[in-house]
């Protein structure tokens, strides 16, 4: 059972545009939404996180949006830049539970053409 | 520097000889975790470590086994790999909820090849 789906599985963005990317989760027990970014040859890094106790976050040009009663939230990325292109996973985590686990969605692979 | 370290990074084997990936932290973290990586299937959970002597499966813990007789260390064994282990790995360490942020760091990751 996938508990974190994400789309689209790969996004090509012109360099300055907006790239939106997209997660949907099952268990309301998920109190904890990270994004990570993964370049080619490294390990995932956080890239920015939120809590459901708030809609929407913004560091820099990266924003997540947080949307409770539809179980969704969304990374979104102005002004894109080539040095953006990566493979973005998005995840989320139940703080409370017994067996804390990161549930991962399957990653997007973003090109950002100059 | 916060880091966690994995060796090798690059293991070509055969199959059903005995292999271990170690997996190394910095941060004092209590939680350890393995990771496999494969195209369109993303990150999978294969096991995960909640503090020293407790280990627990994840995801895909099948052909898979691990320890944490140290904070600091968690090891990844395969003790008779197949090809449908040829993967890339992933180690992450981070806090538990409640102790604080629970960022997860990653190793660098360890690609290998079961021929």
């Known amino acids: 059972q996938q508990q974190v789906k994400q789309s689209p599985q790969s996004l090509i963005v012109q360099k300055g545009g907006i790239s939106i990317i997209n997660c949907a989760y099952e268990?309301?027990?998920?109190?904890?939404f990270p994004w990570y970014q993964q370049f080619p040859g490294k390990g995932p890094a956080l890239l920015i996180a939120i809590r459901p106790d708030v809609s929407e976050k913004k560091e820099g040009r990266f924003t997540i949006s947080f949307n409770k009663s539809a179980k969704q939230f969304s990374l979104h990325i102005m002004d894109s830049q080539p040095g953006d292109s990566a493979t973005y996973f998005c995840a989320a985590s139940n703080s409370g539970g017994s067996n804390y686990k990161l549930t991962f969605g399957k990653g997007t692979l973003l090109t950002v053409n100059p | 520097e916060a880091q966690v370290t994995q060796n090798p990074r690059y293991l070509i084997t055969v199959t059903g000889k005995k292999l271990t990936v170690t997996c190394s932290q910095n941060?004092?973290?209590?939680?350890m975790s393995w990771y496999r990586q494969d195209p369109g299937l993303g990150l999978r959970q294969i096991y995960y470590?909640?503090?020293?002597?407790?280990?627990d499966k994840g995801d895909v813990p099948e052909g898979y086994k691990v320890s944490r007789k140290e904070k600091r260390n968690f090891p990844l064994i395969l003790e008779s790999p197949s090809p449908n282990q040829t993967s890339l790995y992933f180690c992450?360490?981070?806090?538990?909820?409640?102790?604080?942020?629970?960022?997860?760091?990653f190793g660098q990751g360890t690609r290998l090849t079961v021929v």
């Open positions: 941060m004092n973290h209590e939680y």
């Open positions: 992450a360490s981070s806090l538990l909820p409640g102790q604080g942020d629970t960022e997860a760091f």
């Open positions: 268990n309301t027990a998920f109190d904890y």
């Open positions: 470590s909640m503090n020293v002597e407790v280990t």
